[in-house]
């Protein structure tokens, strides 16, 4: 029986898409395929637009145009959702009233932490003060479920190119100083750039608070400035690590112990500006003077003022490097296509990542138009994030806060909690991580709660193996939409 992810992809065996040179793919098994994997799953109405566009292909390719074009405007956000999105002075100051409010609490009143949390997704009344952050952390949960599960709310492809974005440039939302600012960090860097310049995404990550407070940038000062009374802190070279490891080269990618004391030098003074719209300063007085080497890129000592281009040149240096261009196209096949993609299709995204300028729209073009995107043979399992927000779409729940609820503690408890992976390597993808015989139980558990006396979806039993559809039929019509989502058709994507 194909329930519960026993089976591998019995959709492979309804129908063959056309993979040949000729890359026409069609049937049941290619919709199926980029229904699931462009989007968290079918709606009724992704479903009805693919249909309209005749071919899986063009469909896809449309997508990827309407994400886009999406990812250039502001977000669709519900009103109550709306201060995740506030001015970065805004959010400032409600960390600051935070501060202030907890500080006024007579000495030894017990505060409820758990308060906001009890109430997780319903944000009718005022935020109190005292758990600005909470709250701030909580909404930016909540927009993820949104977009993740709404087309109404958010572009599909859009959606998973913020998680993909968001995951690669990871930031953990318990870290107190980051906490108020992870849902703007989401809109702004991680979704705003999705299919832009890669330069650009790995500079306004660079420079927002989220990402200076993480990874302790926001206090990583010049030995000289300490020298001159001006500040003891010293270099901290955290950022500029993970900048080369995880954001760009590659732990592979060429550099040494000493590129990343160079760079932390040349980043010295970048740090947080709570009154500057984009929450970003470059001070001068802390920055290191004198000429620095990375990677064999010499960057002269800056005139007053001019420090901080050091910084945006090694940045976009670092960005548009051959080892950056083929730990994206890497990342992103791994991704979008298989835990372990073929290379001539990540040696063709990485010629198109380095020809482009590291455009993220072209290099995802060339994915979609390459047979590997295709072949029913290369396989992807959904993480417990994934699983949850295809689910909450299946059951037309997108906007059903209760389920909301149980998806979240459903992804929490299965090790994925939303936004809250601790280091800056981010959750990983693959199936060797989340296919254990205890992660399948927990998906039994889950589907059957979340998915008990919910209509019926027959437009999906189409796409079901003859094995899981038998079994699905057999259930009560109350019942039978928890046994599609733990079909093995569903599981996988």
Sequence with gaps: MGLWGCAQGPLSQIDSPGISGNLK??????EWRVLNRLSYGPTPALLADL?????????????????????????????????????????????????????????????????????????TEPTDPLFYNRTQVNKAIAWRLASCSSDEIEQPLLARMTEFWFNHFNVYQQKGTVRPFVGHYTLHVARAHSLG?????????????????????WFSVSPQAARAGQNARGLNENYARELMELHTLGVNGGYTQNDVRELAK???????????????????????????????????????????????QIIRFLANHPSTAQRVAQRLAEYFVADVPPQDLVKAMTQ?????????YEVMKVMLNHDAFWNP???????????????????????????WLQAFGYA???????????????YAFNAATWLTPEALTRRIDFSLNIARNTPERSDLYGYLSDSSLQAVMKQPPAQRMGFVLGSSEFVFK
């Design 352 to 360: 198109k990542f380095l020809s482009s300028g590291g455009d993220i």
């Design 25 to 30: 793919p069609q049937g049941k098994a290619a």
């Design 377 to 403: 043979e290369h396989k992807l399992y959904r993480t417990p994030v994934d699983f949850a927000c295809a689910s909450l779409r299946v059951l037309n729940a997108g906007q059903d806060r209760t389920k």
């Design 197 to 217: 310049k890669f330069e650009d995404l790995v500079m306004a990550s660079a420079k927002h608070p989220a990402m200076l407070y993480y990874l302790d940038q």
């Design 412 to 426: 929490a408890v299965a090790g994925q909690g939303i936004q809250n992976w601790l280091t800056p390597d981010g």
């Design 51 to 123: 249909k309209a566009h005749g071919q899986p292909k063009a469909w896809a390719l449309s997508q990827l145009d309407a994400a886009r074009q999406a990812s250039l405007a502001p977000a669709n956000l519900p009103p109550d959702l709306a201060s995740i999105n506030a001015s970065l002075p805004a959010i400032f100051d409600g960390a600051r009233q935070e501060r202030e409010a907890r500080a006024a609490v007579p000495a030894g009143t017990q505060i409820n932490e758990l308060v906001v949390n009890e109430k997780r997704f319903q944000f």
């Design 266 to 312: 040349v980043l010295t003074g970048w740090t947080v500006a709570p009154r500057a719209p984009n929450g970003f300063q470059f001070v001068m007085r802390l920055h290191e003077s004198g000429t620095k080497t990375v990677m064999g890129q010499s960057v002269p000592s800056s005139a007053q003022k001019m420090g901080q281009q050091e910084g945006e």
